[in-house]
């Protein structure tokens, strides 16, 4: 795939349309279809809608110019001879339960790399984040994404996806999960929370009788109510260093489990290279996490 095309991608979103990209980059409108194409056949998917009149570009688009926005800017610096220096300050949110586990990725990453770039760092959960960088209060954060795929209006990279699964009492064995649950309360993650609604949606489409209930908005409580025997959990499994102070069983839901999405989050309109530096930092981060350890949201 020709470099040229990414380039002509990111004229397509700057601008909104074939036209006004060909016009930037001094080609044909069908020349910039033809480079679009080209790209949707080597990534093997649709990157635009073209049911209307213009051809709108959908989140994988989007995705792709992401991660290849710093590469270009790279390459231009290289090519005329000067080393890229990206410095500023970022205000990034991290869900608080993950700023241990990846923090210290990211942090390495950019002194490594961009020794002039600082971050501010502020904590929350996926929804106050997630209204904080759509108000401007912070720049972007890494947060648990909508299952109906969060705020058009915003930015959505993909970082991560995590399996929720049943904890239980370590004590407990009984293999069918539909009689944990008619043997022990069930106890919620908070359901104003993305994971703690997919949680609730999967036990409501696979879980015919329920014996009781209980909601809190704390991952750790709930693992020390579980291992203490007073109910089970739906939950991120949890990482081996938690489970030292409170052990639980761990049930695998199989193909209905649902899976969570954490992604970092920008505004479409404040796209820059110190923002594509803290995303490729959270990526390489994240990888090494995914690697080596589990998260909780």
Sequence with gaps: MKIETFRTLEAVLRTGTFAGAAKQANVTPSAVSMQMKQLELYVGKPLFDRSGLQAKPNRLAHEIADNMRQALHSLEALRAGNKVAVEGVVRLGVIESLQPVVLPGIMHYLRDHHPRLALQLVRGRSGTLT???????????????????????????????????????????????????????????????????????????????????????????????????????????????????????????????????????????????????????????????????????
């Design 131 to 297: 209204a904080d960088v759509k108000a401007a209060e912070i720049d972007a954060a890494l947060v648990a994404q909508p299952v109906t795929g969060g705020s058009a209006r915003l930015a959505w990279t993909p970082m991560l996806h995590r399996e929720l699964v049943l904890i239980a009492p370590p004590s407990t064995k009984e293999a069918s999960v539909a009689t944990l649950f008619r043997q022990h309360d069930w106890i919620r993650y908070d359901r104003k929370t993305v994971s703690g609604a997919m949680a609730a949606q999967y036990v409501a489409a696979n879980v015919p009788e329920i014996r009781g209930t209980l909601e809190f908005d704390s991952a750790p409580a709930i693992r020390a109510m579980v291992s203490a025997g007073l109910g089970i959990s739906v939950l991120q499994e949890p990482d081996p260093v938690s489970l030292v102070g409170y052990p639980v069983r761990i049930i695998r839901l199989g193909r209905a489990a649902p899976v969570l999405t954490l992604s970092m989050v920008s505004r479409k309109s404040d796209d820059s290279r110190v923002l594509a530096a803290v995303r490729n930092a959270m990526q390489v981060s994240l990888a090494a996490m995914q690697r080596g350890s589990i998260v909780h949201r």
